[in-house]
């Protein structure tokens, strides 16, 4: 009888865990699904567009996507800003219910700075004619709907 109250304790708390590990598993790709765009937007800072972007999705990395035309299993779309900032849309990841953005920020700065403002990318920074190299990228959740910390890679908390 003993042992059988003992499984059972375990059993309540290690499948919350388990749940918790399937879930950041699952994030840790959409994670990934950002990293081509990261690739275009740096290279694109350090050669320059002949005109500053004017249009959201325009550092041609893959963007698009829907909820009826999925990129992968669990990344429903990739969008980026003219300033360079990308975010990107998680499905079928139920411990997420609606929270499902995570942003990642380019920085002109070699270190994010505490404000989290200054030396943030802005879209004159691809222009040839102003060039500003980015140097660092800050993870975070979602301005709206953003994923919880708890889910993200520690390099994004």
Not at 117 to 122: L, S
Request: glycine share 8%; net charge neutral; charged share 15%.
């Amino acid at each position: 009888m003993i042992v059988v109250a003992i499984i059972g304790i375990l059993a309540a708390v290690a499948l919350p865990a388990y749940q918790d590990y399937t879930a950041r598993a699952k994030v840790s790709e959409v994670v990934l699904a950002a990293s081509t765009c990261r690739t275009a937007i740096s290279e694109a800072s350090q050669t320059g567009f002949a005109a500053t972007p004017t249009a959201a999705d325009s550092f041609g990395c893959g963007e698009g996507g829907s909820s009826t035309s999925p990129l992968s299993q669990y990344v429903e779309k990739i969008s980026t800003a003219v300033d360079g900032t990308i975010t990107v849309t998680a499905r079928q990841i139920s411990q997420l219910g609606t929270n499902v953005n995570v942003d990642f920020v380019p920085f002109t700065v070699p270190t994010v700075p505490a404000n989290g403002t200054t030396g943030k990318a802005v879209a004159a920074d691809f222009n040839r004619a102003s060039l500003n190299v980015i140097k660092a990228w800050q993870c975070k959740s979602g301005a709206t709907t953003g994923i919880e910390a708890k889910y993200l890679p520690a390099s994004c908390r």
